[in-house]
């Protein structure tokens, strides 16, 4: 597995002694990479991506409002601004998830109750702005990645570069400018 942590927070080795403040107010996530400005973090049939939800063929497609609560479990509902008429996502409090150590794929999603085994629905929180997980021994973690797909849009992974996916930095600082989409160019 990858062993890359690519914030220095991580990389340092900071723990997480007792509590740290959590907000509880709701907020969006945004993917950020070099040459990769800030792409909405959405819900596509339970698993998560970062790009345009319009562009998926999923009509469950939305953008997460999150909510955290006091054990670090974060519940996505969909934001529905700005949707095609062709979306009409019907899930809510989906809650956000990454792979277990050891589990058979790398995806990151939103459990429902029937979502097995294999999976971590707790232990997330906000550093600063930037999205990170506590692991068990106490470490911060941000070990995102995403796998760019054929229409633009990236898969996101956790702790797996093996496909090519490229490192990621999950924030909830929108980006000043919105995202280009594959083939736009900078100025039109």
Do not use: C
């Not at 007792?18 to 509880?24: A, D, I, K, M, V």
């Not at 109750?113 to 911060?140: K, P, Q, R, V, W």
Request: hydrophobic share 35%; charged share 10%.
């Amino acid at each position: 597995m990858l062993a890359l942590k690519h914030l220095l927070l991580a990389a340092a080795g900071v723990r997480a002694q007792g509590t740290l403040p959590q907000s509880s107010l709701s907020f969006q996530l945004w993917a950020y990479a070099p040459g990769l400005g800030g792409l909405p973090l959405f819900y596509a049939d339970g698993l998560a991506y970062a790009g345009d939800p319009n562009l998926s063929n999923s009509t469950q497609a939305a953008i997460v409002t999150f909510t955290p609560d006091n054990e670090k479990i974060w519940s996505g509902t969909p934001n529905k601004t700005g949707l095609d008429s062709s979306k009409s996502p019907t899930w809510s409090n989906a809650t956000f998830y990454i792979p277990a150590t050891g589990a058979s794929s790398s995806r990151v999603g939103f459990a429902n109750s029937s979502s097995g085994t294999g999976i971590e629905t707790s232990g997330f929180m906000m550093y600063g702005s930037n999205a990170m997980f506590i692991s068990h021994d106490g470490t911060l973690e941000s070990l995102w990645t995403g796998l760019k797909n054929d229409d633009g849009v990236y898969s996101l992974h956790w702790n797996d570069t093996s496909q090519g996916q490229v490192p990621l930095a999950l924030r909830k600082i929108a980006p000043s400018a919105p995202p280009q989409h594959p083939g736009q160019s900078e100025v039109e």
